[in-house]
């Protein structure tokens, strides 16, 4: 992966290179995952996501372009700015960590970028923070219900514990980032106390199932708290910050093109 720059109608363009094809217009990227968390260790590989806005000129055709890029080694995922809003709109808990970063994890930042991170209280909704943490909590605890399905004889037990404890803590961080966001319109990136995670984590490698009560306790809070955001999410601040999005790179296309 790779990163260049040039310079259209007086602002800084990024690029990054992904798997040989060159995504331009990077208008925010960061750390994300265990290292943005706190949960981090020797080994851990680094997660990075970011948004980029494809030329408004390529939109107009019959085939629009791609709109994510995913590579390994390194870890990256690059949605354009208009899948970005669908998922944030949605409350994925993924891509919504992208506005939330603390500073220091921004490895991409411009000025489109930083008028989505001051709108980004807009796409958040009670039901759908609700649902996707949630949702994205349990599907964590039926992996590890079914941690064992398909190993036969021989299989590394280790390699196995170490899954499931890594599933334990994303199910924790997933209760209280998303419990969090629903109770106070805020996210906290960073866990306060990552060492509580790591023991939960070792704790449900022994155990699957103590998993649940936390899950459960989770489920209750989020039922009896009432939130300060709306049922539904309101997409006019989106909405007009993507028809900018559009006009600038529209603009600059046509400079650059001139």
């Known amino acids: 992966m790779t990163v260049q720059s040039e310079t259209v109608q007086s602002e800084t363009v990024q690029s990054e290179t992904v798997h040989d094809v060159t995504v331009r217009n990077i208008l925010l ?133 170490r899954r499931t404890a890594k599933h334990a803590r994303h199910l924790k961080r997933l209760c209280e980032q998303g419990y969090e966001l629903y109770a106070t319109g805020e996210l906290t990136i960073r866990v306060d106390d990552p060492e509580s995670f790591h023991r939960f984590g070792e704790q449900v490698a022994a155990d699957p199932e103590a998993a649940l009560p936390l899950l459960r306790r989770y489920e209750e809070a989020f039922a009896e708290t009432r939130s300060p955001l709306p049922e539904h999410p309101d997409d006019t601040a989106a909405d007009a910050w993507l028809r900018r999005v559009r006009r600038h790179f529209y603009a600059a296309r046509a400079t650059a093109d001139g």
């Not at 506005?99 to 008028?115: A, C, F, K, N, S």
């Not at 923070?129 to 399905?149: E, V």
């Open 29 to 161: 990227s960061g750390v994300v995952g265990s290292t943005a968390y706190g949960l981090a260790h020797a080994g851990s590989d680094v997660d990075r996501l970011g948004m980029f806005a494809a030329p408004t000129e390529d939109l107009l055709g019959l085939h629009g372009p791609k709109e994510s890029h995913v590579s390994t080694a390194p870890d990256r995922t690059l949605h354009e700015a208009a899948k970005w809003c669908r998922l944030a709109l949605g409350g994925n808990p993924t891509v919504m960590e992208l506005v939330w970063l603390p500073d220091d994890l921004y490895e991409t930042r411009t000025p489109l970028g930083d008028e989505l991170i001051a709108i980004r209280g807009t796409f958040l909704s009670a039901r759908r923070i609700r649902d996707a943490y949630l949702g994205y909590a349990t599907q964590q605890f039926r992996k590890l219900q079914n941690r064992n399905d398909g190993a036969g004889p021989g299989a590394d037990t280790t390699a196995t514990g």
